[in-house]
């Protein structure tokens, strides 16, 4: 009876898995190339550049950006990352440390780098805070603060969140305009910095879409079914 349970159990994930890339279209981010490095991050420590083009990590070619995070996440979770990038027309090898590399377990996880592409974009203001007496409206694209060029909404937050009540210089971007205005974010109750806006990351590249025919969807079920129980067993 367990047995038996446990094969359905089995059966049940992999119709499943099946009938999701049968009926839904998947799409795959046609980039490879580091557009932006967050600070601090496991990336920045392990020596990854904007620029750096990601050819391989441990021996298997990278063709999307959804490879390069089942790589680094699913695929090679136990193991330390050797990764071959091109840099100024020149193959280099970068070697990580897993130690380093944050859990995939973990809410929002991230390596640190981010495709060619990546903005930071504002998706809505608040009232009467510094952003809009400052101009600042949904869909602008933050570019630097103080200087400091930023191509993710961890960034913009990082910075504004350790400057309250302290002038920052913000440049952002509006349908082509460039635009800037020094910005003084309130102080929170924890001591923290805020503007009042929300934000996120979008990129802008090349997207190929994938459609799976009967069987071509089964197969494709089992490499996620068995990407998801490396998560859990690894």
Known sequence: VIVAGVVMNILLAIAIFWCVNLTKRKAFLEITSIGHVEQGSAAEQSGFIPGDKILSINGAKVGSWEAIRNKIFVESLNDDLTVIVRREGKKET?????????????????????PEG?????????????????????????????????????????IISSHPDEPV?????????????MITPEGSK?????????????????????????????????????????????
């Open 94 to 114: 970068i070697l990580v440390d897993r130690t380093i590399v944050p859990s995939p377990n973990k809410e929002q996880v991230s390596f640190g780098f981010l």
């Open 118 to 158: 990546s903005r930071a974009m504002i998706t809505g203001v608040q009232a009467g805070k510094p952003a809009v007496q400052a101009g600042l409206q949904a869909g602008d694209i933050i570019v630097s603060i103080n200087n400091e060029k930023v191509g993710s909404s961890r960034d913009v937050t990082r």
């Open 169 to 181: 210089k913000i440049e952002w971007l509006r349908d082509g305009e460039e635009l800037a205005e």
């Open 190 to 234: 924890e001591g923290s910095g805020f503007i009042g806006i929300s934000i996120t990351t979008t990129i802008d590249g090349p997207v190929r879409i994938e459609n799976y025919g009967f069987f071509e969807a089964l197969f494709v079920g089992l490499d996620d079914m068995t990407g998801q129980v490396q998560l859990f067993f690894k």
